[in-house]
């Protein structure tokens, strides 16, 4: 399994090649996508800002993923990461902490783009 972020959902609803192959790397591997709710909710942001027809997009994609829940030890692992980044002079958004948390708690890495979440201690990351 796999949790998808944000970046990568969005490439992937605007039909981005590296997205596109990245997920299809994945199906070929037997990879289950999962999603975290942080996630679900920033791509909702931007599906009701947009047209109906990409809210219907989002809603398929989001319809087609695990949910990997949000636990009290991602909650205090968040809170972790967020403390130790601030206190190393490096700040991550608290949403992308929450993600980042949840993905490890739940054992699985981060499809993402963002290089950001390279400074996250015990978070496997893959890239596209």
């Given at each position: 399994?796999?949790?998808?972020?944000?970046?990568?959902?969005?490439?992937?609803?605007?039909?981005?090649?590296?997205?596109?192959?990245?997920?299809?790397?994945?199906?070929?591997?037997?990879?289950?996508?999962?999603?975290?709710?942080?996630?679900?909710?920033?791509?909702?942001?931007?599906?009701?800002?947009?047209?109906?027809?990409?809210?219907?997009?989002?809603?398929?994609?989001?319809?087609?993923?695990?949910?990997?829940?949000?636990?009290?030890?991602?909650?205090?692992?968040?809170?972790?990461?967020?403390?130790?980044?601030?206190?190393?002079?490096?700040?991550?958004?608290?949403?992308?902490?929450?993600?980042?948390?949840?993905?490890?708690?739940?054992?699985?890495?981060?499809?993402?783009?963002?290089?950001?979440?390279?400074?996250?201690?015990d978070l496997r990351?893959?890239?596209?």
């Amino acid at each position: 399994m796999a949790c998808l972020d944000t970046p990568f959902l969005i490439d992937l609803l605007n039909g981005t090649d590296a997205a596109a192959e990245t997920m299809t790397d994945l199906d070929d591997q037997g990879t289950r996508h999962a999603v975290s709710p942080v996630t679900a909710a920033e791509l909702w942001i931007g599906a009701n800002l947009g047209s109906v027809q990409e809210f219907r997009r989002t809603e398929e994609l989001l319809e087609s993923l695990l949910w990997l829940e949000i636990t009290r030890s991602c909650a205090r692992r968040a809170g972790r990461i967020q403390a130790e980044l601030i206190e190393s002079g490096s700040e991550l958004g608290f949403n992308d902490c929450l993600i980042a948390a949840t993905a490890i708690e739940h054992g699985e890495p981060l499809v993402t783009g963002a290089s950001d979440f390279e400074r996250v201690p015990d978070l496997r990351i893959r890239t596209y």
